[in-house]
């Protein structure tokens, strides 16, 4: 059974720090990596993809890939209080399928 | 704007009594996804098509049917809605082109199906 686990959170960050978000993966042919946000009672939104060993900037965010140690990360800098929702780790298998964490909740605290 | 739009945003329905979500795209997209998302759990695929191929998963039950007349439209028939089906229904849809980096997925805004 392929996996991608997440700590379910929450994750409490004050205002303007930096929030880490942990991701890992079983299936080591994994390709593709994305991060979403969603928000309570929205649907998920794509904010960060990353194919690569390496990291990746966008704006305030960056994630991180590590396939050797099949785990990847997003970092939000200047955290903002509308950062506030669940962030779904989403990897796409060596059989193209899209296999999803549970999420982690994170709050920004004014 | 391009957009994958679902209705009705929120459904209510009475125990067995069958429903009829539906879902359509703007992207022009080959692929088209059904999943199930509870509170604080994972989106649950239920089934997707690939242009009018159907690809059921294996732990969705028989209760759960899909239908995609023409690329656009994309519909969910529950034939007998339990209370364990209260849930959102999310509609997704990709490229579904097998290009380097992947293909992400673009979601609809979802329905909440409540069963009373």
């Known amino acids: 059974q392929k996996e991608v686990e997440q700590n379910s959170g929450p994750l409490s960050v004050p205002e303007g720090a930096i929030a880490s978000l942990n991701c890992t993966y079983s299936?080591?042919?994994?390709?593709?990596f994305f991060w979403y946000r969603q928000y309570s009672g929205k649907s998920p939104e794509l904010i960060m993809s990353?194919?690569s060993n390496g990291d990746k900037e966008d704006g305030r965010f960056t994630a991180q890939l590590n396939k050797a140690s099949q785990y990847v990360s997003l970092l939000i800098r200047d955290s903002q209080p509308s950062d506030s929702a669940t962030y779904l780790c989403?990897?796409?298998?060596?059989?193209?399928?899209?296999?999803w964490g549970a999420g982690t909740k994170l709050i920004i605290k004014p | 704007d391009a957009m994958v739009i679902q209705n009705p945003r929120y459904q209510v329905t009475q125990f067995g009594k069958p429903v009829t979500l539906s879902c359509s795209q703007t992207?022009?997209?080959?692929?088209m996804y059904w999943y199930q998302q509870k509170s604080s759990q994972a989106p649950k695929l239920l089934f997707h098509?690939?242009?009018?191929?159907?690809?059921n998963e294996a732990d969705t039950p028989d209760n759960f049917q899909s239908r995609r007349p023409n690329t656009s439209f994309c519909f969910l028939d529950i034939r007998s809605p339990g209370l364990g089906d209260a849930a959102m229904y999310l509609c997704?849809?990709?490229?579904?082109?097998?290009?380097?980096?992947?293909?992400?997925?673009?979601f609809g805004p979802g329905t909440r199906l409540l069963v009373l």
């Open positions: 997704a849809t990709s490229r579904g082109a097998v290009v380097a980096g992947g293909d992400h997925q673009y």
């Open positions: 992207l022009n997209h080959n692929v």
């Open positions: 098509y690939y242009d009018k191929d159907f690809n």
């Open positions: 299936d080591r042919g994994s390709q593709s």
């Open positions: 990353i194919y």
């Open positions: 989403a990897v796409m298998d060596s059989n193209y399928q899209l296999i």
